[in-house]
Nanobody, 128 residues
């Protein structure tokens, strides 16, 4: 069993920064790819970023490339999403998820159904 908890959300003005954290506990979590997703009100849950377990593989959605950086600390079972130059369109609930079937981050970040353990989400609100 894997337990995932996100934290670090909040409200910022356009151009600001936030760092989300993802704590993944359970057996072998350091061997799983970790994905970040977001869901805006009335929208679909979309993939934002992904990071492989130990190989450094990453994925970023086009909408966040150059602004968001994903990282992880396997010794602490933590993953992070550093979000800079935030825009109002980044407003969403952000979710962290573990992909227990993959150690590498897929080139396309992986589909939602590939991630089998999800956190409860953390709200990010960016005002103009």
């Amino acid at each position: 069993q894997v337990h995932v908890v996100e934290s670090g959300g909040g409200s910022v003005q356009s151009g600001g920064s936030l760092r989300l954290s993802c704590a993944a506990s359970g057996f072998f979590t350091r061997y799983y790819a970790i994905g970040w997703f977001r869901q805006a009100p009335g929208g679909e849950r979309e993939g934002v970023s992904c990071i492989g377990a130990t190989d450094g593989s990453t994925f970023y959605a086009d909408s966040v490339k150059g602004r968001f950086t994903v990282s992880r600390d396997n010794a602490k079972n933590l993953a992070y999403l550093q979000m800079n130059w935030l825009k109002p369109e980044d407003t969403a609930v952000y979710y962290c998820a573990a992909n227990t079937m993959r150690t590498r981050c897929p080139a396309d970040g992986g589909a939602r159904h590939e991630y089998d353990y999800w956190g409860q989400g953390t709200q990010v609100t960016v005002s103009s």
